[in-house]
């Protein structure tokens, strides 16, 4: 019964079509400069971002042990684990540090506003188990009433050490959330400032209705 049901749900996620990351392709030379300003940012400089900003970090992602955490603020010097905001998943609920293993979702937090029709979002980063970090599919939504200008704007990605960060579990055993939690209060090793010209799916973004189903949601993204 468990193996069909996670044959069912991976079918689903191929069915709905959601958009979708490959993995990360650079020549030698565009690698050896992504490895330098890596080298540089890690080590506490504050070297030229490389361009395009996303693919830098995606490539950070699969290169370096580090994680992500993406916010509108610039100025943490430390990440706390008091929150100010709810989640209807019990994992996502906790008292924590919330990271991913998938900078494209750290930067979708970072350029996200809450603006006054905002009522909350359905957003998810999905591999899978056993893989490799790309490729991936996503989704983003808001509620229905949160169109405005001003949902978006520049943010900022944090690179964080691992250590201390725990994974969600697999859902269904075979897909990978990209999702981490830390208990503690965690210091960032470096950041990135960020746009929503770096956010590879800012015309990605669906709606959902309230009470709404999710895998209807799923299916509008």
Known sequence: MERL??????L?????????LGP???????????AAAADAL???GDPEIPEPRVEFLRWLAEDRPVVFHGSPRGDLTE?????????????????????STDPVWAI???????????????NGSIGAVGGPLYPRRYFFLHN?????PERFGPGTVYVLPPESFAAQPPLAGVLDTAHLVSNQAVRPLAKVDVTQEDFPFRDRIGYFRTREPFPLSLLRA
């Open 79 to 99: 990440l706390s684990t008091e929150r100010r905001s709810r989640d209807t998943t019990s994992f996502g609920d906790q008292t924590a540090v919330y990271a």
């Open 24 to 34: 990360v392709e650079v020549d030698a030379a565009t690698e050896a400069g992504f």
């Open 5 to 10: 049901a996670a044959r069912l749900l991976v």
């Open 108 to 122: 979708y937090f970072a350029y996200l506003r809450r603006d006054g029709g905002w009522r909350g979002t359905k």
């Open 144 to 148: 229905r009433g949160s169109a405005s």
């Open 42 to 44: 890690l080590a506490g």
């Open 12 to 20: 689903y996620v191929r069915l709905a079509r959601l958009p979708s």
